[in-house]
């Protein structure tokens, strides 16, 4: 079974500076890990995903994100936000064998950004 | 390519009532999953659906039930609606075997 925590349920910024999102998961088995965005009254969208290989991952909207085996992380990034950023981030993990790849989902960490 | 819909986009029932809410796949994808956001939480695993079999389930009564189309649309009805129910029903497409689902916009389901 896995989990996920996101360590903060609301994290507020102001425009134009950086911001990470924090996401802890615990499995016991290898992992698939994912971000996505939820903008009011809209369904998830897919930020980036690891799946292997390099670590560092880069998405869309220029989020990347940074996959820590030995810390069981997986911290969202972006050097510097807009107010078009101002959204719900939802950190996933799957496992990555089996065939279903059903994501366990965290909480969410709302983003708010301020002018 | 044509994203994954769903319909209807808002839904108010009373207790006790039961519901169906539909989703369209996205083209390509046999796979369907739905899932409950409730106010503030993140999504919960309710069943996928491949092949018009239910393919997992999370742990949802079986009051909650799907259906999958051979075209690969995909129902889901709750019945004896409770206060509970109420939330985001959001389906995810996606081909089995591959590790990325897509979502719809979801229906948002009030129940009184």
């Known amino acids: 079974a896995q989990s996920v925590t996101q360590l903060d349920s609301q994290v507020p910024v102001f425009e134009e500076a950086p911001v990470e999102l924090r996401c802890n998961y615990s499995s016991s088995v290898s992992v698939y890990l994912f971000w996505y965005v939820q903008y009011p009254n809209q369904g998830l969208q897919l930020l980036l995903k690891?799946?292997?290989?390099?670590?560092l991952v880069k998405g869309i909207n220029g989020f990347e994100a940074e996959f820590n085996k030995s810390q069981t992380s997986f911290h969202l990034r972006k050097p510097s936000v807009h107010i078009s950023d101002t959204a719900e981030y939802f950190c996933a993990v799957s496992g990555a064998s089996g065939g279903s790849y059903i994501p366990t989902f965290g909480r969410g960490t709302s983003l708010i950004v301020h002018p | 390519e044509t994203g994954v819909t769903q319909s209807p986009t808002h839904l108010i029932k009373t207790r006790g009532q039961q519901v169906t809410l539909r989703c369209s796949s996205q083209s390509g994808h046999n796979t369907v999953s739905w899932y409950q956001q409730a106010l503030g939480q993140g999504p919960q695993f309710i069943f996928q659906y491949y092949r018009e079999e239910e393919n997992g389930r999370g742990n949802f009564p079986p009051r909650f039930s799907g259906l999958q189309f051979p075209n690969y649309s995909s129902e889901l009805n709750v019945n004896a609606l409770e206060l509970d129910d109420s939330a985001l029903y959001l389906c995810?497409?996606?081909?089995?075997?591959?590790?990325?689902?897509?979502f719809g916009p979801g229906t948002r389901l009030t129940v009184l």
């Open positions: 690891y799946l292997s290989g390099s670590t």
């Open positions: 995810a497409s996606s081909s089995q075997g591959t590790d990325t689902q897509y």
